[in-house]
């Protein structure tokens, strides 16, 4: 059973910071790539992070500059660094795992999210 645990959530002024960690837990063998998803109500679920294994990331122009992704592997943890934080960014934050489990399988996990609002 694997299970993967969003925190760091909550309600931030605009041009303001939030870190967002995900613990991914259970039986697992290894971890290829950790992504942040998020959900706007009324709005199709979008990438907004992606560090694979090696260390390299990617983002969506519409969070470069502003957002970081790491990891650290010794604790199957990812994080996101949130700077600069706009009403735009208000949404349900997803946590995502490509990793291979106690089965010898290779699966995609995902946490329940946590809740970003940014608002005055």
């Known amino acids: 059973q694997v299970q993967l645990v969003e925190s760091g959530g909550g309600v931030v002024q605009p041009g303001g910071s939030l870190r967002l960690s995900c613990v991914a837990s259970g039986s697992i063998l290894s971890i290829n790539t950790m992504s942040w998803y998020r959900q706007a109500p009324g709005k199709q679920r979008e990438l907004v992070a992606k560090i694979y294994g090696s260390g390299s990331t990617n983002y969506p122009d519409s969070v470069k500059g502003r957002f970081t992704i790491s990891r650290d592997n010794a604790k199957n943890t990812v994080y996101l660094q949130m700077n600069s934080l706009t009403p735009e960014d208000t949404a349900v934050y997803v946590c995502?795992?490509?990793?291979?489990?106690?089965?010898?399988?290779?699966?995609?996990?995902w946490g329940q999210g946590t809740q970003v609002t940014v608002s005055s």
């Open positions: 995502n795992a490509n990793l291979l489990n106690g089965r010898m399988s290779w699966r995609e996990y």
